[in-house]
């Protein structure tokens, strides 16, 4: 799997759009951008992932810039809840390999109410 | 509630000990995954099985070892326990090899 760089901290107040950067510059052309969370020491949760298009779901977007060097996931309405550690994961979809989820440190977001 | 059930959820054990770590994917998942989470390690993969056979090693020990069973259950077996063992230990499930998996909640497993 490609490296990803993400801050490692990141504020924001609630109510606000929370949005986190991730580089991916050695990205391959068959890595998708995943993104996961982690709440204090819960099992990480699945938010979304993407190829080169942008992605939106209930609980997030993701923007990949066109070169796929790097990808913001925006979290639209940051709550309270929301505070945790995000890692940015990019991740080959051969379907013939098979690897395990690679997790960096991630950013932890805190949320201010 | 991601569908992935692990058992225990505590574990308090001593030095030298096995344990037996056990993970129910989501219904119709296929693939299972292993990860040790500690606290100056983060989120370590450690294998994966896909319908019943290992596709992918990690950074798993010698006295660690998985497997996984015909109703797609998976099992995480630790041996000769150490201090430094003490970590969660999480497993998620996927329907197939490389789509977006689910985390269980983990089991933590602390070594006396």
């Known amino acids: 799997d490609a490296k990803t760089t993400q801050p490692p901290s990141m504020d924001c107040a609630e109510g606000r759009a929370a949005n986190l950067p991730c580089n991916h510059s050695?990205?391959?052309?068959?890595?998708?951008v995943y993104w996961y969370r982690q709440i204090h020491s819960q099992g990480p949760q699945y938010i979304i992932h993407?190829?080169?298009n942008n992605e939106t779901n209930e609980m997030a977007s993701l923007i990949i810039t066109e070169d796929r060097k790097s990808s913001t996931l925006i979290l639209p309405h940051a709550t309270l809840r929301d505070t945790a550690v995000y890692y940015c994961?990019?991740?080959?979809?051969?379907?013939?390999?098979?690897?395990?989820?690679?997790f960096g440190k991630g950013t932890h977001l805190i949320i201010q109410p | 509630d991601s569908g992935v059930t692990q058992t225990p959820k505590h574990l308090i054990t001593a030095t030298g000990q096995r344990v037996t770590l056990r993970c129910s994917p989501r219904?119709?998942?296929?693939?299972v995954y292993w990860y040790q989470q500690s606290l100056d390690q983060g989120l370590q993969f450690l294998i994966q099985?896909?319908?019943?056979?290992?596709?992918a090693k990690g950074n798993i020990l010698e006295r660690f070892s998985a497997q996984q069973f015909p109703d797609l259950h998976s099992e995480l077996n630790l041996s000769s326990l150490e201090l430094g063992d003490s970590a969660l230990y999480f497993c998620?499930?996927?329907?197939?090899?490389?789509?977006?998996?689910?985390f269980g909640q983990g089991t933590r497993l602390t070594v006396v």
């Open positions: 998620a499930s996927s329907r197939r090899q490389n789509t977006e998996a689910f």
């Open positions: 050695t990205i391959s052309g068959n890595e998708y």
């Open positions: 993407g190829l080169k």
């Open positions: 994961i990019v991740r080959a979809f051969s379907g013939g390999g098979a690897d395990g989820l690679t």
């Open positions: 219904s119709g998942d296929l693939s």
């Open positions: 099985y896909y319908n019943g056979e290992e596709r």
